[in-house]
């Protein structure tokens, strides 16, 4: 069965940096684009980024750049979404998603399967 | 950027009911767009990409369509658990941004 299971609930203090990880299970994790939403409460997605964990290529939103970095360590099929200097307006929940297609493809075709969000709480 | 913007944003209908949801994008994306269904308390679910093609194991009940700029995600016969939030997105170019959200509830 495939499914992303991500890292516990995070507190950290403004200025801080947060590290997430991101397990695949039932897949190979490079066989696919993975990418990076997060939602603050009661608000909309926000798509951050993607990581290509097969050459380890990224594109992140301008939004985060400079302060967010997307790794991934296939040898234990873990994805990672560091970010760093963070702020009041960072507290959302931060989920995975598995593009849909297969590499080759690109990371074009939706997400398919989701991780179950994790909470990161800057105060 | 890139916008997305949903209509309506919030919706009332009640069971057996047809509803529509239409997505706009401020360019053109030609059908790099795809339609999620979010419930309180859990990651959204990929219903439609690619404009209009349906997610193995959805019902088809859902159906997207359009192309360019405009789209639809329509609910042909609503089930109660479908009242939920509705989001759009865009793949053609990066940021990859979602619509606000239509937030569809039980009249």
């Known amino acids: 069965q495939v499914h992303l299971v991500q890292s516990g609930a995070e507190v950290r203090k403004p200025g801080a940096s947060v590290k997430v990880s991101c397990e695949a299970a039932g897949y190979t994790l490079s066989d696919y684009y993975m990418h990076w939403v997060r939602q603050a409460p009661g608000q909309g997605l926000e798509w951050m980024g993607w990581?290509?964990?097969?050459?380890?290529?990224?594109k992140y939103s301008q939004k985060f750049q400079g302060r967010i970095t997307m790794t991934r360590d296939t040898s234990i099929s873990t994805a990672y979404m560091e970010l760093s200097s963070l702020t009041s307006d960072d507290t959302a929940v931060y989920f995975c998603?598995?593009?849909?297609?297969?590499?080759?493809?690109?990371?074009?075709?939706?997400?398919?399967?989701w991780g179950q969000g994790t909470t990161v709480t800057v105060s | 950027d890139i916008q997305m913007t949903q209509s309506p944003s919030s919706l009332s209908a009640s069971a057996g009911d047809r509803v529509s949801i239409t997505c706009r994008a401020s360019q053109t994306i030609n059908n790099y767009l795809h339609w999620y269904q979010q419930s309180p308390g859990k990651a959204p679910k990929l219903l439609i990409y690619s404009a209009s093609r349906l997610q193995s194991g959805v019902p088809s009940r859902f159906s997207g369509s359009g192309s360019g700029t405009n789209f639809t995600l329509t609910i042909s016969s609503l089930q109660p658990e479908d009242f939920a939030t509705f989001y759009c997105q865009q793949t053609y170019d990066t940021p990859h941004t979602f619509g606000q959200g239509t937030n569809l509830d039980i009249k």
């Open positions: 990581i290509n964990p097969n050459n380890g290529g990224i």
């Open positions: 998603a598995r593009a849909r297609d297969i590499v080759a493809s690109g990371p074009f075709y939706g997400m398919d399967v």
